[in-house]
């Protein structure tokens, strides 16, 4: 059993005639008529009842007929499932993000679902650098906490991720459910090193809160920072992605009540650029991530 011959059977079903259907397929008539009679003798069956010059299509044909366009329906999904992959192998992508712990789980959920794919990221902390890279197409996408307002960009925010506070379970605000900002004016505070963008951030907002903060240590490890809060050294802001990160560990983290104390998550890419199919899937990947995420 041929597919060519079930294709000819699809199509005298389709036409009920086998002198249309050898028209339409381009082969004589009685060629046609040969190769019906011999994917009958196959079954075992007749597929038609001969009415006159009509040909229709008997109970046995119409139950014939409906696996035989499941056949073809399954290889038009392989052949797309195929192409699909091709394109996942010979299309690259390459982003750019303003600091390597803004995607901790991306990364490595991304390439779980497109293995076959060819994946480049790209730390890059400057705005300006990430623009220039950008414009030169030397990179598709770029993630950070901050938009890039360019009249060949598309800035889109991805999500809104709350500032917390940290602190050792022992701290008298550990069982608390939320604090100020003013509360914290005489804590110690274990901070990321000044040219980090949190640390720049958080800064502004303990001044417009009246004070400036008493930072005991800095360091650029929101790991190590972690670690001398839960020993009671100081008090520490964090991002909330780290809390989904190291849930369950580490010091205990309260939200902070003062509006506004948050940063952005932003993708940006050239707006004229056509997109790869890789490409599509991979800002689509990102968006629903985001959508997914407790981060809003």
Known sequence: MELLHLKYFQTIARLESVTQAAEELHVSQPALSKILARLEAELGRRLFDRRSRKLRLNAAGQAFLSHVQHVFQELQEARQAVQSLSDMEDSSVVAASSSSRLLPNLLTSYLRQYPHGRFQLRQITELAAMQKELLME?????????????????????????ILLAVAPEHPMARR???????????????????????????VFCEQAGFQPDICFEINSLEVIANLVEAGLGIAFVPAFWREYKQGIGPVQIPIRNPGFHRDVWIFYRKNAPLSLAQQRFLAFVQRYFAGSSVK
């Not at 804590?187 to 800064?203: D, M, N, P």
């Open 177 to 203: 459910e939320s604090v100020a900002l003013e509360e914290l004016q005489e804590e110690k505070f274990i901070s990321l090193t000044s040219e980090c963008g949190l640390r720049e951030l958080t800064t």
């Open 138 to 162: 030397r990179i598709d996408f770029c993630l950070s906490f901050q938009p890039l307002r360019h009249k060949e960009f598309v800035n889109e925010r991805l999500a809104r991720e709350p």
